[in-house]
């Protein structure tokens, strides 16, 4: 389960939140320049004001119950460029600019596996 921590996240921004049964809202990571999507994590009231008061991501990790930052280890870092909310209020999209791999694979985006193509 995350931790919310009586963040310092603004109050108003917290309000639009519409988080999951354990305080969490999917974010959408996409290049800033490009418009290619790279990954999705999850955040909870801290890992959003880490994010928007570092310029750099955080998310909460559910399988390790823990915060991560983006390129802490791999050096593969995401500089925020501008974070938006949908009109749900329950995902956030991240516009980074993205130093390295996106994916712990190795690959630039974690949307490298086609499933099938679309036809008309």
């Known amino acids: 389960m995350a931790i919310v921590s009586p963040s310092a996240l603004d109050p108003d921004i917290a309000a639009q939140l519409k988080r999951d049964p354990a305080g969490l809202v999917p974010a959408v990571i996409q290049q800033h320049d490009t418009g290619e ?3 999705v994590g999850w955040m909870d009231d801290e890992a959003l004001h880490r994010t928007l008061t570092s310029g ?4 909460w990790s559910r399988s390790r119950g823990e915060y991560w930052r983006k390129g802490d280890t791999s ?4 500089h925020v460029k ?4 949908d009109c749900d209020g329950d995902t956030l999209l991240v516009r980074v600019d ?5 994916c712990h694979t190795g690959e630039r985006t974690c949307f490298f596996t086609d499933l099938q193509a679309v036809t008309a």
């Open 37 to 39: 999507v790279l990954m």
């Open 56 to 59: 750099r991501v955080t998310f």
């Open 75 to 78: 050096g593969h870092v995401q």
């Open 82 to 85: 501008s974070v938006a909310l």
């Open 98 to 102: 993205q130093i390295g791999a996106a």
